[in-house]
């Protein structure tokens, strides 16, 4: 539970309990052999899951090797190994935290970077060593997007998916070819592409898919982009920064666990990691697609609000939404999480330290400025 600065003050003595000759890994936060993944990604179609009940997701390849307790087969990792802190290559493919290695405060090393997916190895390989696996959708539902040109991702489609009555998307990045257009319907497992190597600081070797699974930011994303970015926009609303993805792989295992969990219920459940208050008195596009954030916050007229209350995990995806009391200048940190405080976590760089407190940073700002974009256009902060 994210706690006021103030608070920490008195924990201060627990501090040398949290060093040890053994760095702490962040990738380590979530269970590194993930064995319960259920579906298979054949070419069937399979019934979209808009109503109340539990998802039924196939894996976008035929690498089954989760479900065998085999990560280092599922997982297609980074070059490096990085002493007690990723001692395997394959964690790199994983969710979280497990890119770009810095030093903290307290003398341990942590990650810096979020991974927004999971990089899946391919099963087999032609004679010149391309990846012959295809890529499918994880469920049905209809392409919105598909980039062939200007991205780091490569080549990527982009499936809308209708869960519990909101929209949710899946990407799958670094095709060698994608085999659908905009528009197109799929059915769960339907062919999407071939898997490839396209896209930034990949060869052939490091053949894969990228997966996420992710909420839209924002509607209005133009607005935000113009002013915080102002180049071109190649990807229109589904440029990454306006997508925030959720872990894959504890999705598919909580559903092996409860097959009737909603995707309301899996997000909400997610471990907070800082709270931020963002001033009132406009609407929270989120809401407009997610009011299971905040039944409360979402019934209540944007004028009224004096701030908007939202809980983020330690990634960056909002998973709770209030309405504060007290009104804000600009986005003010209400609360960070003991795990981040006392280890002097990543935030993904949306919020800095300052002494026993956090501030937002300046990534914190445009990030929290892109949920607080309107029709009317972006705040300036």
């Known amino acids: 539970m994210p706690v006021r600065p103030a608070a920490l003050l008195v924990l201060l003595l627990a501090l040398a309990a949290c060093q040890s000759d053994r760095a702490p890994r962040e990738a380590a936060d979530r269970p590194a052999h993930r064995t319960a993944l259920s579906g298979a990604g054949a070419d069937e179609a399979g019934a979209d899951a808009g109503g109340a009940g539990g998802l039924d997701l196939a894996l976008p390849t035929s690498n089954r090797a989760l479900l065998d ?8 990792g980074v070059s490096v190994t990085i002493d007690s802190l990723r001692p395997a290559k394959w964690e790199g493919g994983q969710y979280g935290f497990v890119r770009d290695p810095v030093p903290t405060v307290f003398g341990f090393k942590t990650f810096r970077r979020v991974h927004e997916g999971l990089d899946i190895r391919p099963t087999g390989r032609d004679a010149e060593g391309n990846a012959v696996d295809t890529v499918r959708a994880i469920d049905a ?3 919105v997007h598909v980039n ?4 780091s991702y490569g080549n990527y489609v982009v499936v809308e998916h209708t869960w519990s009555g909101s929209p949710v998307y899946s990407l799958y990045a670094h095709l060698a070819e994608p085999y659908v257009a905009v528009g197109d319907a799929v059915g769960r497992g339907g062919t999407l592409g071939k898997m490839g190597f396209t896209g930034r600081g990949l060869g052939r070797s490091r053949s894969h898919v990228h997966l996420e699974i992710a909420l839209l930011l924002n509607r209005h994303f133009d607005r935000w982009f113009d002013q915080y970015i102002g180049t071109t926009n190649l990807q229109g ?6 997508l925030a993805g959720v872990p894959p792989a504890e999705l598919y295992e909580a559903l092996a666990r409860d097959p009737d969990l909603t995707f309301p219920e899996y997000v909400r459940g997610l471990e907070e990691g800082y709270v931020v208050d963002l001033p009132g008195g406009a609407p929270l596009d ?3 697609r997610y009011p299971w954030l905040g039944p409360d916050a979402a019934a209540t007229p944007p ?3 004096a701030a908007w209350r939202v809980a983020f995990t330690q990634e960056g995806v909002p998973i709770r939404v209030e309405v504060a009391d007290e009104s804000v200048p600009r986005p003010t940190v209400e609360g960070v999480s003991l795990r981040i405080w006392l280890g002097d976590r990543s935030t993904n760089r949306m919020l800095y330290r300052r002494g026993v407190s956090y501030e937002p940073a300046r990534r914190g700002y445009s990030y929290f400025a892109l949920l607080a974009t309107t029709a ?6």
């Not at 062939?148 to 991205?151: E, I, L």
């Not at 609303?237 to 306006?242: C, E, H, K, P, Y």
């Not at 009317?376 to 902060?381: D, V």
């Open 237 to 242: 609303l589904f440029f990454g920064t306006n």
């Open 303 to 305: 004028d009224s609000v």
């Open 376 to 381: 009317e256009g972006a705040p300036a902060w």
């Open 69 to 76: 307790g085999r990560p280092e087969d599922f997982y297609m």
């Open 141 to 143: 539902g209809r392409v």
């Open 286 to 288: 989120l809401l407009s």
């Open 148 to 151: 062939t040109a200007g991205s």
